[in-house]
């Protein structure tokens, strides 16, 4: 029974982390990203060309991203840019307010990358990494 | 044939009504998808605007005071609101994408508030990925020497004055070029820096000409490691307390040589630096470091530091005739141990809150490095052999 019950339990489990999530997105064309590249992309390190669209401060998905891809919680982040700001090397990605808005800004842009709650994803985008 | 022309229309009306439902669910998707085009072209728009010009600002606020008048980092037993307390604008101009011009403006309290440019250049950065500036810079000489005014970015509250007051040049005119190596989940920096400084205040009057350096930093974000070997030459005059000249420094050559480390990995952070500066003459050669742990509760961070420098060229000046000798060694030998223990609170996402008390000594034969701290010669000794410095401050950036 108890055996049971840890089985059931773990598969809910499981079943809870695989139907939410935040997904980082694409346009439908773009490649799959490592874990490596999206950090960094999202640190405005790495591969340059790419276009970064962030959700707004105070989003819950965006706190999630964070935590599951740079590991940056809301304030360290602010830190993190504070000194790039500060220093010249870089400014913090641009912001969209909401899921919908992410979807357009990516869909409508090859080089542009984001990232949604999987509940929100559609056919205009890809998810190029599962975190 | 009348009768065919009215009906036709309704016919034709009548023939689209499947189609027409079912194209209005069609286009009141396409309008939905329309309009959220628009709104992004229209974001993408003020975007370009806004990405031409951005302004930026930090400002901290300190309460400092002591047990003593030895002055550590200034402080005295009276409450003192002016040291540490600092404001700063930065505006961003971008010329094209790989041009830009950076202007910060700083305020300080230690400094009668004065309007004075910290970092004032012009930056390029061309296809291959190097990247040039020309201007005013921040000399790069330490871990947090780029955001040294910068509080909210630092987890202490201030850097330990052991190493930074070690290089009283924070900034430098010349130009710097930087390139940056990745690797699949780190990045290596190069930067090569040349320039010249001038330090014109109270106590001294130095010009740092000739500076040439070079560092090098690798981080995967987590771990940070990083070395840097800078030289120039020195001179000028180190004033007294009246500020007429008691030292000339006749254009000596200055090294400067460092290593320091961090990780953090959300949680546990940890910074460690070592650095050392030697002086061709007079002037001390220092020896000094660093270590700070810290650990994240949510938005507490506890931290501790330990903290040393001295002196590690006495012996040159002991060697010298007694009535050049002691006073000198009085005036410039150095040694002395710092222990910390401070708490930042982000109150906010972008207001810190920081408490920090630090306890000095183990200054040996020496002032320990301390302005205030007079030497006795009735008993041979220097009046204070510790100090314990309380800190309240807040940090925020906008």
């Known amino acids: 029974m108890k055996k049971l019950l840890s089985v059931l339990a773990l598969s809910m489990g499981v079943a809870f982390t695989a139907s939410a999530g935040v997904v980082v997105i694409g346009n439908p064309a773009a490649a799959d990203m490592s874990l490596a590249d999206a950090k960094k992309a999202f640190l405005g390190k790495g591969n340059s060309s790419l276009v970064v669209y962030e959700l707004d401060e105070g989003n819950a998905t965006r706190t999630e991203f964070h935590s599951a891809v740079t590991g940056k919680s809301d304030s360290q982040l602010k830190a993190f840019w504070s000194k790039q700001v500060f220093t010249g090397k870089g400014n913090p990605p641009a912001t969209v307010s909401s899921a919908a808005a992410m979807k357009s800004a990516v869909a409508s842009n090859p080089s542009a990358i984001g990232y949604i709650d999987e509940a929100d994803l559609d056919a205009s985008v890809k998810v190029i990494l599962k975190p | ?398």
Do not use: C
């Not at chain 2, 600002?57 to 600092?86: C, H, L, R, V």
């Not at chain 2, 830009?100 to 403006?105: D, I, K, M, S, T």
């Not at chain 2, 008691?246 to 200055?254: A, G, M, N, P, V």
């Open chain 2, 1 to 398: 044939m009348k009768f065919n022309l009215k009906a036709l229309p309704l016919a034709i009306s009548i023939a689209l009504v499947p189609t027409a439902v079912f194209a209005n669910e069609t286009t009141d998707e396409k309008i939905e998808k329309l309009e959220q085009q628009v709104a992004t072209l229209q974001a993408q728009q003020t975007k370009n605007l806004t990405e031409k010009f951005s302004f930026n600002g930090f400002i901290s606020g300190a309460y400092i005071s002591s047990n003593n008048s030895a002055g550590y980092n200034n402080a005295t037993t009276s409450s003192d609101f002016s040291q540490d307390s600092k404001i700063g604008f930065q505006g961003t101009f971008n010329i094209s994408n790989q041009t830009q011009a950076v202007l910060q403006l700083m305020m300080k309290g230690e400094n009668n508030w004065d309007v004075e440019a910290e970092w004032a250049y012009l930056s390029h950065r061309f296809d291959n990925g190097i990247k040039i500036r020309g201007g005013k810079l921040r000399l790069p000489l330490f871990m947090y020497s780029d955001y040294l005014d910068v509080g909210h970015a630092q987890p202490f509250a201030r850097p330990p004055a052991e190493v930074y007051d070690q290089v009283s040049f924070t900034s430098y005119t010349g130009g710097d070029i930087s390139y940056d190596v990745e690797f699949e989940d780190s990045t290596l920096t190069f930067q090569g820096f040349g320039g010249e400084s001038i330090i014109d205040n109270k106590t001294s009057d130095i010009e740092l000409s000739n500076i040439a350096g070079l560092n090098a930093n690798w981080t995967d974000l987590t771990w940070t490691v990083r070395g840097v070997y800078g030289y120039g030459n020195l001179g000028g005059f180190l004033l007294d307390n009246t500020g007429s000249p008691f030292l000339t420094i006749d254009d000596e050559k200055s090294t400067f040589l460092g290593f320091g480390g961090g990780y953090d990995n959300g949680a546990f952070l940890a910074i460690a630096e070592w650095t050392q500066v030697e002086v061709n003459g007079l002037l001390p050669d220092m020896e000094s470091a660093y270590l700070t742990l810290g650990y994240r509760i949510n938005t507490f961070t506890p931290y501790v530091t330990v903290a040393y420098s001295k002196s590690t060229d006495d012996n040159e000046r002991a060697a010298l005739p007694p009535q050049l000798g002691i006073p000198l060694s009085l005036g410039l030998n150095e040694k002395r141990n710092a222990y910390s223990v401070g708490l930042r609170w982000d109150a906010l996402d972008n207001v810190a809150l920081k408490f920090d008390v630090t306890y000095a000594n183990d200054f040996g034969d020496t002032s320990g490095g301390l302005s205030g701290n007079s030497f006795n010669p009735s008993t041979g000794e220097f009046m204070l052999d510790d100090t314990l410095v309380y800190t309240v401050k807040f940090d925020a950036v906008f």
